[in-house]
């Protein structure tokens, strides 16, 4: 089925923003740029450049200059939620999805991860690193075993039955993300966009994608204060934040209308 889904790719008109957070990059970024300027459907590709004390700046002022590259430069560190947030608010695709800059995720597997929205079938996909065994380094088992707990704590609270909500791949109608409230820190926004999805009722899908996850001696950055602050988060936005509050204008689930509507998909109206 996944595969049926993913064959939509090869005939799917709709446009593609690939949004790439980087902050100290500078030794992946290029490298994840050039593989994303390959995709087929790609529009623009977004690098939101998070305050970077290193040379990623410059590896930007290069990019910039490639067709579809447009970079944005945040005055001062502020997190991962921040700089999405800012590559979100200009992104004009049908289609939005994260690329992270680290090389952990393959952006020539990203055509599989926005099938089911070009399909018609989905609002929303995530990639996920546990729901079929692809290709996977084999890394900290304390991460593993902190990305399920956070996944079943969140599914109990919003009874959608996700394998990883921790996935650095997540691929969105674009009028559903541009139009939704942002409001986490850091790694937050995994926890919140989850939440906020869920409570839309958006059509979500997964689909399995390899992962080529890197140590702290690498430039991992996530630690144990972003897995605590995620079940305060978990807690927060599902039981203390409402539907309305959630988007600035609420999104017309077009897969609701007809499921099997591609056009209808990428033609979604608003609710006032």
């Given at each position: 089925?996944?595969e049926a889904i993913a064959d939509a790719?090869?005939?799917?008109?709709?446009?593609?923003?690939?949004?790439?957070?980087?902050?100290?990059?500078?030794?992946?970024l290029e490298n994840v740029v050039r593989?994303?300027?390959?995709?087929?459907?790609?529009?623009?590709?977004?690098?939101?450049?998070?305050?970077?004390?290193?040379?990623?700046?410059?590896?930007?002022?290069?990019?910039?200059?490639?067709?579809?590259?447009?970079?944005?430069?945040?005055?001062?560190?502020?997190?991962?939620?921040?700089?999405?947030?800012?590559?979100?608010?200009?992104?004009?695709?049908?289609?939005?999805?994260?690329?992270?800059?680290?090389?952990?995720?393959?952006?020539?597997?990203?055509?599989?991860?926005?099938g089911p929205i070009i399909a018609g079938?989905?609002?929303?996909?995530?990639?996920?690193?546990?729901?079929?065994?692809?290709?996977?380094?084999?890394?900290?088992?304390?991460?593993?075993?902190?990305?399920?707990?956070?996944?079943?704590?969140?599914?109990?609270?919003?009874?959608?039955?996700?394998?990883?909500?921790?996935?650095?791949?997540?691929?969105?109608?674009?009028?559903?993300?541009?139009?939704?409230?942002?409001?986490?820190?850091?790694?937050?926004?995994?926890?919140?966009?989850?939440?906020?999805?869920?409570?839309?009722?958006?059509?979500?899908?997964?689909?399995?994608?390899?992962?080529?996850?890197?140590?702290?001696?690498?430039?991992?950055?996530?630690?144990?204060?972003?897995?605590?602050?995620?079940?305060?988060?978990?807690?927060?936005?599902?039981?203390?934040?409402?539907?309305?509050?959630?988007?600035?204008?609420?999104?017309?689930?077009?897969?609701?209308?007809?499921?099997?509507?591609?056009?209808?998909?990428?033609?979604?109206?608003?609710?006032?």
């Amino acid at each position: 089925m996944i595969e049926a889904i993913a064959d939509a790719t090869a005939v799917g008109s709709a446009t593609l923003s690939v949004i790439v957070p980087a902050y100290n990059e500078e030794a992946t970024l290029e490298n994840v740029v050039r593989e994303v300027l390959r995709l087929p459907q790609l529009t623009e590709l977004i690098i939101v450049d998070d305050g970077s004390t290193d040379a990623t700046a410059q590896v930007c002022q290069k990019l910039a200059s490639l067709p579809k590259v447009r970079v944005v430069r945040q005055p001062r560190n502020q997190g991962k939620c921040a700089a999405l947030k800012a590559g979100f608010a200009i992104s004009t695709g049908e289609i939005v999805i994260v690329q992270d800059a680290d090389l952990e995720y393959d952006p020539s597997e990203i055509p599989s991860v926005i099938g089911p929205i070009i399909a018609g079938k989905a609002d929303v996909v995530y990639g996920s690193r546990f729901l079929v065994k692809k290709a996977s380094r084999i890394l900290y088992f304390y991460h593993y075993l902190a990305n399920k707990g956070l996944t079943l704590f969140s599914n109990l609270l919003t009874n959608v039955n996700f394998t990883d909500i921790e996935t650095g791949y997540k691929a969105f109608r674009g009028e559903i993300i541009r139009n939704m409230v942002l409001t986490s820190k850091a790694f937050g926004i995994e926890i919140e966009v989850t939440a906020k999805i869920a409570k839309l009722g958006c059509a979500i899908y997964e689909v399995p994608i390899s992962y080529y996850g890197r140590t702290y001696e690498q430039g991992k950055k996530i630690g144990l204060s972003d897995g605590l602050m995620a079940l305060w988060y978990i807690v927060r936005f599902n039981l203390f934040c409402s539907l309305e509050s959630s988007f600035v204008n609420l999104p017309v689930l077009s897969t609701q209308d007809d499921p099997h509507s591609a056009e209808n998909l990428l033609t979604g109206s608003f609710r006032e």
